[in-house]
């Protein structure tokens, strides 16, 4: 057959209330409100059509559309491929899906307003998955509308699902009604006399089967059933034509007319006369980035399936040749995914060995999605046909390394377990796959044969210096320190893997093996190591560019300058924390940056606003993290800081009891640790003496573990007040070591552990012992600058609770020549002004919250009118230009000092210094985006100035007034008077 002209277009028939659910998604977005859309029905409902008709829509609407689609087999993030969306920065597994997310973001937003269509979704890979699940929360604001289409029938129901759960609108596509399918037919062929009622009752108003149909009925090829109609249309193009098209039909994407006719052993002009034909039926359509693909998916089965199997994988061989012949990576890839399919013809062993290789090249080159997806190819056809067991070992270890940097760590788990399973005979293969398997480890929990399995691994393995050791030796250290046995040769191996790493000379390298060693510290000497490690971690992050190093370091600066009681110190850590938690692309470091702000504003006195900023955190973490990692930390925190206060938490319960329903969690010693606490919170004493037994019985790995000592402590603090002397036995020695700290962990600050330690010593009547950890404790709640904490010190020591005091007065006197102060701090006079004023109203208030806005306009009398903020300071475009920046500015240093340039290296320094400082303005609580141009904003940022001014001069007339002020006058949206309760005054306000 020869092409004597296009097929007649048959329109578009039907579909206007689908049409119009889809057109009003694409209006909303023009209206900043962003949405998802799922389409979904069988194979060739129209799915496509429709979302041609919207895209023809969103374009007349001023919208631009970008088109995607996924492909079956394909590896991480493969169907976010069209729109270009690679994250940039370099960052460690946990963050890769958060990067590429951003990424994504960051393209839509670009491009916005627009619409995105993604193709044949029940295809995507998993991590391709859970980023369009988690779009619309990122694109909040953003005039864009992602459609996605979907076959109903097809594997990958279960991502189906959790978009039909997250998706704004779900449009589920049937077949057309009979007077559709008939006006279809008399559109698809027009001026024949197509029996179109007939053609529904043989394809069911499916749209592709209707018009393929109607045009052989109208050629008197008659109107067979659906499943005959598309092989029939093949056999009409004659054997020549058919053949070439089951070619473009067995070729990877865009493969070209000139490796086509190559593999046809053909003219390209006879190639591309039959791709021709091809076209003007509306078989095929040019690829967007080049090549020939088939309009529908159905309809290139359908072309393959015209050409017998075993001259399909002849085709398949040939194309392979073809591919091979153009030399390039990428070609020779696809070459070798083309040999595995052609199987069994041609050689399993040599196709193996050929993917092996292309898989290696690929992540080479940085493509670990297509590595890992030629990878999953080789694995399944091999399981079939065969191959050496270390080349299917291999194949499973480059697989799961590339998912694992992917961040897609349930496949990779899969990949290194097979991997190991295998046994293989290579020693250094085997090491990359147990060292990969020991990712997987709970460390709250001893897991005897990970431990074998990795000293065995570490034996066979050549004692070289090699990054391959380096990792499974910090892997084994990582793996034994819920272990007692194994915990101090764990611990060796890791100083061994650190050490190693540094003779290799490779950042990264270093960077994890730092981690692997210090993950759990449990003596005084493994804490100080571990505040080295910290700082640098921090060097090393920020020269590798890597911010989750970075923020590794911070993160743990903070715990180790809380511990020593250094609350400056401290703070210090947290600013950085929570200003490169804000560049992050991951809400966990964020999470991770508002936990530690809790803690300080708990410290601080301030038990409403730290519980409203837990709220706060946790509100926007749920969506992204799983809800019972939340609600474990939700509950230790709050059972923490519900004890310190010795106020009842009313949502303390709901979390304690969904805390105990986590059955998984509760071999763990430390989730027991933390439920006995709770209890106590709670006031169930029989239910903590349950739970600290049951954390007891498993003591050995509490010491060891993660979070040892919060969780010694919290025992402690249970077995003391509940008087539970064989527990107190046990605790008191393994605290003691720790008298000098402030026990602090990521839920919050508990008590100080020599507190802890002298409720022991009276238990076990060491009163004169008792007296001095007491001592010691409210010493170091002093030097934290905690009221509140030294209050409850105080208190645990004296064992009953003192009368209140009559409070201190103090009077505040308005005269002409200013205000006048007379308090138990000194007397004074200051000249009035409008910070003065503003601080007279805090005082005014004894205690209770006053807003920036009330007191902003205080002065006159007036109020002020709320205006919306301007959003927030930094959008996602401009946090990438500071991400870029910034790793530029480390490179040039880095660049300078190996050069021995110090002039370079300290102007670099300096714009660096300038560039954070200017980041930190746009950075509010808990890393989070402040808002610019909002009217309480201003507010905040001027009252705080003015009374700090105002404060200042107050100290200038009266110094120990001044003082008392500064540190008890909270700042900020809502201001306060709150001081040191044992030297708290009652203000008194009067005028002359």
Known sequence: MTAAGARPDPGFVGRVDEVARLTEAVRSALDGSPSLCLVIGEAGIGKSRLAARVAAEARELGLDVAWTEAEEGAGPFSALAGLRARAETATGADDARWDQLEAAAGVIEARAPVLVIIEDFHWADESSAWVVERLGRQLQGVPACVVLTARSEEPGQERLGRLLSSADRVVRLAGMSRDETIRLAELAAPGSEVDGAGLWERTGGVPLFVREAAVLAAEGGGTSRATEVLRRRFERLGAENARVLAAVALAPGGTSLLVLARALNRPVEVVAGAVDIGRAEELVVDERGGGIRFRHALLAEAAAENVPPAAQRELRLALAAALEAEGSGPARARAAELRLLALPAGDAAAAAVAALEAVVALRAADDGSAASALAGTAIGVLATYGAPPDVLAALHVERGESLFELGEKVGAGHSFAAAAELAPADPALRARAETGRAWYV???????????????????????????????????????????????????????????????????????????????????????????????????????????????????????????????????????????????????????????????????????????????????????????????????????????????????????????????????????????LGALALGEDELARTHLGLAIAGLDILATGLESLFALNACGLVAGMLAELPAARAVRPLLEPFADRLSSGSASVLLPTATTIGLLADLQGDHGAAVRYHRQGIALADRVQSAVLAARCRELADHVTASAAEPHRATLTRSDVGWQFTTPFGTGVVEESRGLVQLVEV??????????????????????????????????????????????????????????????????????????????????LSGRDRPQGATDERARVNVTRSIKRAIAAVGASAPELGAHLEVSVRTGRQCRYQPDPAVAVTWEVTTS
């Open 843 to 924: 005082l005014r208030a004894n205690g209770k919250e006053v807003s920036a806005l009330d007191l902003a306009g205080a002065d006159s009398g007036g109020s002020i009118a709320v205006q919306s903020d301007l959003g927030a300071a930094l959008d996602s475009q401009a946090k990438r230009a500071y991400r870029s920046r910034i790793a530029d500015l480390r490179e040039e240093i880095d660049e300078a000092d190996a050069m021995n340039d110090p002039d370079r290296a300290s102007r670099a320094r300096w714009e660096l210094d300038a560039l954070l400082e200017e980041l930190s303005r746009a950075v509010g």
């Open 442 to 676: 709970n460390p709250l929990v001893p897991d005897t044969g990970t431990i074998d399995r990795l000293t065995a691994t570490a034996a066979a393995l050549d004692p070289a210096d090699t990054a391959v050791r380096v990792r499974l030796l910090g892997r084994l250290a990582a793996a034994s320190i819920a272990h007692p046995a194994a915990r101090e040769r764990g611990r060796r191996t890791g100083e061994e893997a650190v050490a190693m790493a540094r003779r290799i000379g490779d950042p990264a390298l270093l960077s994890q093996a730092l981690a692997d060693l210090h993950l759990a510290p449990v003596t005084p000497a493994e804490w100080a190591a571990r505040e080295a490690a910290a700082d640098e971690l921090v060097a090393l992050g920020e020269r590798l560019g890597r911010p989750d190093v970075a923020l590794l370091g911070y993160e743990w600066q903070f715990g180790e300058r809380l511990g020593r009681a250094d609350r400056p110190g401290a703070e210090e850590a947290l600013g950085r924390l929570e200003l490169y938690a804000h560049l992050s692309s991951s809400p966990r470091w964020r999470l991770a940056a508002g936990l530690r702000r809790a803690t300080l504003v708990s410290l601080a006195g301030d038990r409403d606003r730290c519980l409203d900023v837990l709220a706060s955190e946790f509100e926007s973490a749920g969506p992204w993290i799983h809800p019972q990692e939340l609600v474990g930390i939700g509950m230790t925190f709050r059972a923490a800081t519900a004890f310190v206060y010795g106020v009842p938490d009313p949502a303390l319960a709901e979390r304690f009891s969904a805390t105990e329903e986590a059955g998984e969690l509760l071999a763990a010693p430390f989730v027991r640790a933390s439920l006995a």
